[in-house]
């Protein structure tokens, strides 16, 4: 049976990393979300974040909902504008009364949070405010920084929980870095 640890070329945030880092996250959503007049809404955008959307909400203690969106950004490395595609939106009749905290894997050219926080707050979001696992600033096209990060990364292509590389990977507990080979097979 094929082993998908083999084609992880470095681990570069191990599940022990992974564990501190929403452990820490968490608690600083506890101290910024305790007032009553709070709704906070944790919106996981689909698929990427989904494993650390999980882990995150079951160390979170201030109430939550959840909520999901799909969204992919357009022209990735081309010389496009950056558009956003939204395949699956936020449909809450509520959104007036919540305080939405975008749960996203990476913040690559900062094109997709750019883009989902003005449009949410246009749909009239009581607030908006955003948390990525990783960060990887030194990629930015357009000037965005997350309101809650994990780590920052360097510039290298990551998969593994959650992230992708043509829909595997995301499995993996930790996030590592892939071989070159498996580009290039
Ligand atoms: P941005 O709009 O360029 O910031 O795009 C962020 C999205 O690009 C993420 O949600 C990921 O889906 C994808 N992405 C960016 N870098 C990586 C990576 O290293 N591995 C896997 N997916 C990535
Ligand atoms: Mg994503």
Redesign the pocket.
């Given at each position: 049976m094929r082993n998908l640890k083999n084609d992880i070329e470095k681990v570069l945030v191990s599940e022990a990393e992974i564990d501190a880092i929403t452990t820490r996250i968490a608690a600083e959503i506890d101290r910024d979300y305790a007032g009553d007049d709070k709704k906070l809404v944790l919106v996981c955008?689909l698929k990427?974040s989904l494993v650390f959307m999980g882990d995150l909400m079951k160390k979170v203690t201030v109430p939550v909902e959840i909520d999901c969106m799909k969204v992919s950004?357009y022209g990735?490395g081309s010389e496009s504008s950056g558009q956003i595609h939204i395949a699956l939106d936020l449909l809450r009749p509520d959104i007036n009364t919540c305080d939405l905290l975008i749960i996203?894997?990476?913040?690559?050219?900062?094109?997709?949070?750019s883009h989902l926080t003005k449009y949410l707050a246009l749909k009239g979001a009581k607030s908006v405010k955003t948390c990525t696992l990783l960060d990887?600033p030194s990629?930015r096209r357009v000037e965005f920084v997350p309101d809650y990060c994990g780590i920052e990364v360097p510039d290298?292509?990551?998969?593994g929980y959650g992230?992708?590389?043509a829909e595997m990977y995301r499995a993996l507990p930790f996030v590592g870095v892939l071989k070159p080979e498996v580009y290039t097979k």
């Open positions: 955008i990427g950004s990735k996203e894997d990476i913040v690559d050219s900062g094109v997709t949070l990887k990629r290298e292509f990551v998969v992230l992708d590389f």
